[in-house]
């Protein structure tokens, strides 16, 4: 049972436009969001997070937008440039889980020059 | 800044072999985390420790176990190799507070090869 999803295991943008990437939750007690991103052969680094209290965190170019009803969060990137592409997970925390995070599959994006 | 590493950037073993894969984080960190990584499955949990020596099993534990005796060092074994071990091997620490701490830091991974 996959509770937290990626469905677009692929994203292609020209350089300068916007890149959003979704990300799902069917969890209701998922209360913390990171987004990681992924360079090939390399580990995965923190970009951006929210707590369940926001709907909207932002940081600099990369902005992630909570929306809690519909149990869903996108990841903003304005404007991309080609350094971006690399594979974005999306990854959720439950109070009291020990902090154990729960990762989605995955988004490859290819922002072309 | 925050450093987590791990001993091996690239392992070939063989079916059968016992293997360890070693990771240390210079954070002080409490949490300690084994994930792997396979293609179109993301990161998955193998097992986490929030002290030392304990543990608990993540979502896919069958085939191997860990070890916490320091706190900055989390091992994770492989009993008996199988070809269904390969795969990426990434490690990774936390601090008790989530919220504004960037969640889990991630070693550069073990890319592990069973023959």
């Known amino acids: 049972d996959q509770q937290v999803k990626q469905n677009s295991p692929s994203l292609s943008v020209q350089e300068g436009r916007i890149s959003i990437l979704n990300c799902d939750y069917t969890?209701?007690?998922?209360?913390?969001f990171l987004w990681y991103k992924k360079y090939p052969a390399e580990g995965p680094t923190f970009l951006i997070s929210?707590?369940?209290?926001?709907d909207k965190n932002e940081d600099g170019r990369f902005t992630v937008f909570l929306n809690k009803s519909a149990k869903h969060l996108s990841l903003h990137i304005v404007p991309s440039q080609p350094g971006d592409s690399a594979v974005y997970f999306c990854?959720?925390?439950?109070?009291?889980?020990?902090?154990?995070?729960?990762f989605g599959k995955g988004t490859l994006l290819t922002v072309n020059p | 800044d925050v450093k987590v590493t791990q001993s091996s950037r690239y392992l070939v073993k063989r079916t059968g072999e016992k293997v360890f894969l070693e990771c240390v984080q210079d954070?002080?960190?409490?949490?300690m985390f084994w994930y792997r990584q396979d293609p179109g499955l993301g990161l998955r949990l193998i097992y986490f420790?929030?002290?030392?020596?304990?543990?608990e099993k993540g979502d896919i534990p069958e085939g191997y176990s860990v070890s916490r005796e320091k706190k900055e060092r989390f091992s994770l074994i492989l009993e008996s190799a199988s070809t269904n071990q390969t795969s990426m091997y990434l490690c990774?620490?936390?601090?008790?507070?989530?919220?504004?701490?960037?969640?889990?830091?991630f070693g550069p991974g073990t890319r592990l090869t069973v023959l």
């Open positions: 990774a620490s936390s601090s008790p507070i989530l919220a504004g701490g960037g969640g889990q830091f």
């Open positions: 969890n209701s007690m998922f209360d913390y």
């Open positions: 929210i707590s369940s209290i926001k």
């Open positions: 990854a959720a925390s439950a109070w009291g889980s020990n902090y154990k995070l729960t």
């Open positions: 954070m002080d960190h409490e949490n």
């Open positions: 420790s929030y002290d030392v020596k304990m543990k």
